[in-house]
């Protein structure tokens, strides 16, 4: 339910309640899944009808919370085998956290004009916290349940437009329209959230200008560039390092990653996002953003009490496959998080 990347939806042994980037009434498996819910009395929201606009707080955060009260009583019936079988795995995305903590970090610094109770962030973790609290009285001898989140949150003073640096540089020129023209244009900043650069490259842009010989020249030059800027909020450098992405990523995927990864010096201030779309998700509106550190928890059967220590997303897929009583392929990185020596019944592992 609500995982990224399962949109558009493809059919499953079981239900699914994909992620859509757009509103759409063709966002589940098999197609009659919210009439089967309805009768249930459970309708679940998609993140991208519930948007931030920079308007009142109430209706927002309302509207949040629903969405994560009703994706969460839909895992709920499909545990309690009110809509078909009861699954051997269910997987669950809760967002409020995440989404109220972007433009409502500020309630939670010191000297905060708003009371704990009225806190939207707080809000969301009080629901996230029921939710839990519903699914550990569901745990039993064949049942297990993992909690995690791969980000945790941090203040967020302002963005930094990459794509002014790299003008400024001579790397970027913008058109009469304020879009740059690519025939002119050497690097540009990636979409939000990546935290990076790409190199206008020839053969994979239609107008790229730099030759794929040129590639690691002109990488570096940029990165020169990136490094050695400034931040006029602090007066230090913006960046730590800007990182190709090859010393970051492997895989078969690797070339959908930026062509440069930007680590910030100062956490609070950070690289804007193409502004194509940091715009119209009223990105400058927000006041905290992610954080590399965050927790994960296990709970019945397949854990052992006090296991702890740090993890990893790559440790997810193990695990689940262990909690399921399987035995996780070799060349499947990451390490289980589970008891070494249990291997609980598949039924009903959450």
Same mark, same amino acid.
């Given at each position: 339910m609500?995982?990224?990347?399962t949109h558009?939806v493809?059919?499953?042994?079981?239900y699914c309640l994909s992620?859509?980037?757009?509103a759409t009434v063709?966002?589940?498996h098999?197609r009659?899944?919210?009439?089967?819910?309805?009768?249930?009395g459970v309708r679940p929201?998609?993140d991208?009808?519930v948007?931030?606009?920079?308007?009142?707080k109430?209706p927002?955060?309302?509207?949040?919370?629903n969405?994560?009260?009703?994706?969460?009583?839909?895992a709920?019936?499909m545990?309690?085998?009110?809509?078909?079988d009861?699954?051997?795995?269910?997987?669950?995305?809760?967002?409020a956290i995440d989404?109220l903590s972007h433009?409502?970090?500020?309630?939670t610094?010191?000297?905060?004009?708003?009371?704990e109770?009225d806190?939207? $962030?707080?809000?969301a973790?009080r629901l996230a916290d029921? $939710?839990l609290?519903?699914l550990l009285e569901r745990?039993d001898?064949?049942?297990?349940?993992?909690?995690f989140?791969?980000?945790?949150f941090?203040?967020?003073?302002s963005?930094?437009?990459v794509?002014?640096?790299l003008?400024a540089?001579g790397l970027l020129?913008?058109g009469?329209?304020?879009t740059?023209d690519w025939?002119?244009?050497t690097?540009?900043?990636?979409?939000?959230g990546?935290q990076?650069?790409?190199?206008?490259?020839?053969g994979?842009?239609?107008d790229?200008t730099?030759?794929?010989?040129?590639r690691a020249?002109?990488?570096?030059?940029?990165?020169?560039v990136?490094e050695?800027?400034?931040?006029?909020a602090?007066?230090?450098?913006f960046?730590?390092?800007a990182?190709?992405?090859?010393?970051?990523?492997g895989?078969?995927a690797?070339d959908a990653?930026?062509?440069?990864?930007?680590?910030p010096?100062?956490w609070?201030?950070?690289p804007?996002?193409?502004?194509f779309?940091?715009?119209?998700t009223?990105?400058?509106?927000?006041?905290?953003?992610?954080?590399?550190?965050?927790?994960?928890?296990?709970a019945?059967?397949?854990?052992?009490?006090?296991?702890g220590g740090?993890a990893r997303?790559l440790?997810?897929a193990p695990?689940?496959l262990?909690?399921?009583?399987?035995d996780?392929?070799?060349d499947l990185?990451?390490?289980?998080l589970?008891?070494?020596?249990?291997?609980?019944a598949p039924?009903?592992?959450?």
């Amino acid at each position: 339910m609500n995982l990224f990347g399962t949109h558009p939806v493809e059919p499953v042994d079981g239900y699914c309640l994909s992620y859509p980037m757009r509103a759409t009434v063709q966002a589940c498996h098999p197609r009659n899944l919210p009439v089967l819910l309805a009768r249930e009395g459970v309708r679940p929201v998609h993140d991208v009808t519930v948007w931030f606009t920079g308007g009142p707080k109430d209706p927002f955060v309302s509207g949040v919370l629903n969405a994560d009260r009703q994706r969460a009583d839909a895992a709920l019936a499909m545990l309690d085998g009110r809509v078909g079988d009861r699954p051997d795995l269910t997987v669950l995305n809760l967002t409020a956290i995440d989404r109220l903590s972007h433009v409502y970090w500020q309630e939670t610094e010191p000297g905060s004009p708003v009371p704990e109770a009225d806190q939207a $962030v707080l809000r969301a973790y009080r629901l996230a916290d029921r $939710v839990l609290g519903q699914l550990l009285e569901r745990l039993d001898d064949h049942t297990s349940l993992l909690a995690f989140s791969e980000i945790g949150f941090g203040p967020l003073r302002s963005y930094r437009s990459v794509n002014d640096v790299l003008a400024a540089a001579g790397l970027l020129t913008l058109g009469p329209d304020g879009t740059p023209d690519w025939s002119r244009t050497t690097a540009f900043e990636a979409v939000q959230g990546a935290q990076g650069v790409n190199l206008n490259l020839a053969g994979r842009y239609r107008d790229g200008t730099v030759r794929p010989a040129d590639r690691a020249r002109v990488l570096a030059d940029v990165a020169a560039v990136l490094e050695e800027h400034i931040n006029p909020a602090t007066g230090t450098r913006f960046l730590t390092r800007a990182i190709p992405r090859e010393e970051l990523h492997g895989g078969p995927a690797v070339d959908a990653a930026p062509d440069l990864v930007l680590d910030p010096a100062d956490w609070r201030y950070l690289p804007l996002g193409d502004p194509f779309w940091s715009g119209r998700t009223n990105r400058m509106l927000q006041s905290g953003w992610h954080r590399r550190d965050s927790y994960w928890a296990g709970a019945g059967a397949a854990f052992t009490a006090g296991r702890g220590g740090p993890a990893r997303p790559l440790d997810i897929a193990p695990t689940l496959l262990t909690m399921l009583g399987l035995d996780p392929a070799a060349d499947l990185p990451g390490t289980a998080l589970t008891a070494p020596a249990l291997r609980p019944a598949p039924a009903g592992a959450s």
